[in-house]
């Protein structure tokens, strides 16, 4: 493979490429023909090689369209979740300078009220839905980038951060990038042509966007597009013949509910890969996911600066344990100035590292190193048989009273709790020393006390945390992912209140 396109160039014609959210069905033919379709309707909009082609969706058969058009182009294409605000839009808009935005009516409203803002207009028409298309706009931003002549230097996506920091980056990524991740995430998953991937990540994130699309072109298999998660429909996508399940824990725990309450068996005639990722995964639920499914619940670890593939599971060699499966092949993983435990931080190199951020330079030279490793900012320990083992992210390390405490091994404990459901680990400066915070959902009945006293006989003192605060749900990303960042401002009145007691 060469360029992104290239991934469905050669699939046979009449093989079901994709599932549209409305259910329904295109084969590679014809996918091929939409591609073709729209690729004349943005050259003739004004999209030119090395623009920016904004694309403001979510799950659906024109987002798949769009990005192999961008690819024939030669534009970077810039999925953004149409479920953000109009202040986040226009905020990635200002920074990437796209030359013209196109939306997904027919599958998201969200998208439909974007492009009423951005006075969109109609530009023709797919078998899949309107063609609707914002721009072409001309500003010294809109300006095209230099296109690299190799698969290596041409960038085919750029990719914002989920904005679980306060400074979201655009993450070039290049052909050479989603296509080596594509076809290593394909077989990681045995995926064959006969096999459905169920879509239920949103696209616009890497993981869904590469590890589930991309793997599937890649493999001549087939997506399912679901716009949004519903337990019930993701089940019933599984007994209909869903082979492949990428998704994070709070997905599997809603399955779990959903199955409960169905009772009897789940029914997946054809399911032969689940797998997590995106959040640190539960041993409870682990188990039990797998007990529903009969199937191993793969671990697996990247990020959007990685294309994303550094570690998985497979059928071949599954873990009964948290680690994060292994190292990918052609990937290098190393610990940086491990201390007595081993645990420093996880840097990676390989055909999945990123060419860098968009704009950023200083943020470029931060992170990849001369030797060309990136620095994951991920604390981690390698163990002899190359399992990687997730110790938190390096800034979300906690200090207290001079020893280092990693969040996820707080996490992990508290959820060894047969009461508690979900937790959140974070640190909180006060004078001269940091706090351990956990933020839990539980069931009702349970209390601080309680959880303070199960910590107490599990782990060392200066480990427990200072607050246990039960709240009813969490921040979230459209992943699912938990915006830790946001827990103690959005719980400072009760923080605030324990200060004074505590005076």
Known sequence: MTWLHDLIGAQPAHHVALVDHDGTRFDYGTFRDM????????????LRPGDRLMLVSENCATYAVAIMAASRVGAWIMPVNARQTAEELAALRAHAGPRLILFTPE?????QDHAARFGASHAGALSCGEILLAGPFETPETAPQPTGETPETRVAALMYTTGTTSAPKGVMLTHRNLT???MSSARLREIVPDDEVIGVLPGTHIFGFSSAFLAAMHAGGSIRFMTRFDAGAVLDAIAEGGAVLPAVPQMYQAMLTEIQRRGGPVVAP?????SSGGAPLDPAWKERVEAAFGLPLHNGYGLTETSPGVCGGSNARPRKDLALGEILPDVECIVDEPDAEGVGELLIRGPNIMLGYFRNPDATRAAIRDDGFFRSGDFARIDPDGAVWLMGRKKELIIRSGFNVYPPEVEAMLTRHPGV?????VGRNVPGNEEIIAFVTATPGIGEEELKGFLHENLVAYKVPQHIVLIDDFPRAATGKILKHKLVDLYSDELARRDAVAI
Do not use: F, M, P
């Not at 591609?35 to 004004?46: M, N, P, Q, S």
């Not at 459901?421 to 680990?425: P, S």
């Open 421 to 425: 459901h979900q937790t959140a680990v």
């Open 35 to 46: 591609v073709e379709t729209l690729t004349e309707r943005l050259v003739d909009a004004g």
């Open 107 to 111: 599958a998201s409203t969200a998208s």
């Open 270 to 274: 054809k399911l032969h890969y689940i």
């Open 180 to 182: 080596w991740n594509a």
